[in-house]
């Protein structure tokens, strides 16, 4: 019973004992019984003596005015200050952040401190090699032996980085990958998206297009996700689905090639049957869908995503694949390496050492892309073009492969634009029905239409894949 509930009894109580009381005590007369009180408990009788009656209260109005804080004079408040180091003062929440040196992430007071930088001063003029990395929790920079991980394990990206072996051995990574996953850990932040055309040169220089790709903005992301260290294959997708064909245009490229033309709604089927084979609850209730003979073509009305917590197989969302592709780089590529120039197909020895893209995607066989009007006013792409087999080319500091090239791959969050301001968790949309962002550039990107902080929105259904060239990785 709950607290008022109780007291309503405890006057409900009273109040009977009161009228049997009276009801039952010397209340004969020789003339008749006593009159009895009414439902207002007062006698019948218009000549009895009643006791005097105290006046009510007047109701207490609340003097909060302009305040947002503090009493409201009638024992309650005008408003609670939201940020961990705000209070009220006068009725104003004042906040004073807190971003002492050599701290990091947010500022107690809704802000971010002064990003992360860390990485190898000394790194050759044409990269950057700086990560913006923070762990919320110590409220620190993550150094270079949690982001790469042990010295045995290092890719030639993080060799290159000089780490302390020792230091490296000892340190909990921030992302591991073992049997084709990789667990990135939570309670970090990074800064996310990239310059625009006018500002940054690391990018391409003034006037590269890049859409609602900025502005770069602090996220941070509270849960730990896990996230395939390839793209899907063929292989993969008939294992799954047992259909008799996978979603490719280029079948002749084998079956170690990323899927390359499903819908969004494929994706989701997929990630939904993954689950439903290891025993998890699928993530996502697609409502409205056809039943293409090929066992994919999926279009529905929309899918309602069931949330980040679902436990199953899911897409990342646009911020985790950008935290697991670039490692928080504040450069173009993963590799911390950054581009002088407008974008065009010049084979630039950065970019080919993680991906293939329109610089060097060359292949022979039957159903290739004609890439030669790909390129600008620089080197063009090549006659024949497509994707290759996944894991060919340098992993980025996390261990992950093919985050850029290759083909496009799919994210869970809706298309609109960046803003400014700290972000926290952003991207989980739980009803899909428009445009998603794509991520990761492919086999026909020109150099910086493959960076890292690059998004464009695609369409859900067939049409917006029909020319191949979009993957995914749950």
Known sequence: MTRIAMVRAGLAVTLAVHVIATATGCGRSGSGEEPMPDETGRPDDPGSEL???????????????????????????????????????????????SCAVGECGQDGCGGYCPPCHTGDPKAPWSCDQHWTLCDETTRTCVPMERICGPCSDASSLCDRQKLDCEAAEAAVPLADCSGGWCRVQGGVSFVMGGPDGGEGKEWGGPGVNYENSYPRHPVVLTRGFEIMQTEVTTKAWLEVMGTATAPTRYPACGSDCPVSMGTFFDVLAFAN?????????????????????????????RAIFVGPDCGGYRLPSEAEFELAAGAGVTSCFPNGCALWGLANCAPEEDVSKMAWFCGNSAVGYEGCKDCSSIGGTGPRGPPCCGPHPVGQKEPNAFGLLDVIGNVVEFTGTLKADHHEGLAVDPGFDTVINQPVIWKGGSYSSTDTNACVGRRNGIRLDFEGVDAGGVGFRP
Not at 58 to 67: A, I, K, Q, S, T
Not at 274 to 285: E, F, I, L
Request: aromatic letters at 6%.
């Open 51 to 97: 006791e005097p009656q105290a006046d009510s209260a007047p109701p207490c109005v609340e003097e909060c005015g302009d305040w947002t804080c503090g009493p409201d004079g009638c024992g309650g408040s005008c408003g609670e200050c939201s940020f961990p180091r705000s209070e009220c003062v006068a009725g104003t929440c004042v906040c004073e952040p």
């Open 273 to 301: 049957r993954a689950s439903q084979k290891s025993g998890y609850k699928p993530c996502y209730v697609l409502e409205g869908c056809n039943s293409p003979a090929e066992g994919w073509k999926l279009e529905c009305e």
